[in-house]
């Protein structure tokens, strides 16, 4: 916890030195000149053609193609509107504030291969898989949360802006659990002496580490939309008072938009093979492969929710914040099956050790 807690610093500081100036005189550069085209294109008697097409979130994008009479020449503006270009990232231009993400990442790696030794010796502590309970399930999650992320980097995908709320939930999660549900290391109660142990709760906590990483994506989707919007009505501060340089360096709302959706409808299948696994092991170790136990239960309310929630995006009047919200519902459902189910409830599934 002590090199994430330092990775942690090391992104805040990534954010705190980010370029702010750059940013705004680079903005200004691309204004100024996409007026000097115009401008031209309207003294040499340019015939426009304008189309109007449905935008993410309610919005529309004007597409403006501009032919020059006389050369023949043709000038193009982007489908994408102002408020639609993706920011440079939590460094923005400073390469102070790009070292500082770079030590945080190396630091997360780090972290990384630090946790998940400590995950294989307490399962090899016991000699079985190491996620028989919340304490051991909470570890994994943490992992898992972080190998996508820094998964993501190493695939060249510009997502160091996800590193902070990443390493802040690793850290959190790890709180919980070593302050909160840690149990010594045991043998399986004999319900879970079962192959279907490694492929339903390893599934498990992969589906549960993308989905926090939707549910980012959509928080912040929400965030830059509102930024966007008061950017429009000629605000000059985020959300909530926020420095409007967090949101400049962020990517688009549509980004965010789309990549939670796109993760979401990417775990979707495999959550529902979880559920399917569990009910297999179910039947093998109980004689039954549904029960309407209260994990079973919510476990398929999250699943109706995460349902909804694609079935909406996918619906030309659900898109945007409407279809956000309803992502956010889906987490908080599959939230509560994992800690509240666990704590509050008893069940079939009461093997937690708290």
């Not at 909470?138 to 997502?159: D, E, G, P, Q």
């Not at 142990?197 to 580490?209: D, E, K, Y």
């Not at 929400?222 to 962020?250: H, N, Q, V, Y």
């Not at 509240?340 to 937690?352: D, P």
């Amino acid at each position: 916890m002590v090199v994430y807690t330092l990775a942690m610093f090391a992104h805040m500081i990534e954010w705190t030195f980010g370029s702010k100036g750059a940013i705004a005189v680079r903005s200004n550069a691309a204004a100024a000149s996409l007026s000097e085209t115009v401008a031209t294109a309207s003294t040499k008697a340019a015939k426009k053609v304008t189309v109007t097409v449905a935008g993410t979130g309610g919005r529309t994008t004007t597409l403006t193609r501009t032919a020059v009479a006389g050369e023949g020449a043709t000038v193009v503006t982007s489908g994408r509107g102002a408020d639609e270009v993706d920011g440079p990232g939590a460094a923005g231009t400073s390469e102070r504030a790009d070292l500082a993400g770079r030590i945080a990442v190396s630091l997360s790696v780090l972290a990384l291969l630090l946790h998940g030794g400590g995950i294989v010796a307490r399962g090899l502590s016991v000699s079985r898989w190491p996620w028989g309970n919340m304490y051991e399930f909470s570890c994994a999650f943490a992992f898992a949360m972080t190998a996508s992320y820094l998964a993501l980097l190493a695939w060249k995908k510009n997502v160091r802006w996800l590193g902070l709320p990443v390493v802040l939930a690793a850290l959190l999660t790890l709180g919980i659990a070593t302050s909160l549900l840690y149990t010594e290391s045991d043998q399986l109660v004999p319900a879970l002496h079962s192959p279907w142990l490694a492929i339903h709760v390893s599934t498990a906590i992969f589906c549960g580490g993308a989905f926090y990483a939707a549910f980012i994506a959509t928080l912040l989707y929400l965030g830059k939309d509102s930024f966007e919007r008061r950017t429009a009505a000629g605000l000059t501060t985020g959300p909530l008072g926020t420095s409007a340089s967090i949101w400049r360096r962020l990517p688009a709302a549509s980004t965010f938009d789309k990549l939670s959706y796109r993760i979401n409808a990417l775990v979707f299948p495999l959550w529902t093979f979880t559920i399917i696994a569990g009910a297999v092991w179910a039947e093998a170790a109980w004689g039954k492969y549904w029960e309407w136990d209260p994990k079973e239960t919510w476990s398929f309310i999250t699943w109706v929710a995460y349902a909804a929630y694609l079935h909406a995006r996918a619906t030309a009047g659900w898109k945007g914040r409407k279809a956000a919200y309803l992502a956010l519902a889906a987490f908080a459902c599959w939230l509560f099956n994992y800690y509240g189910v666990n704590i509050f409830v008893t069940g079939k599934h009461s093997y937690a050790g708290v």
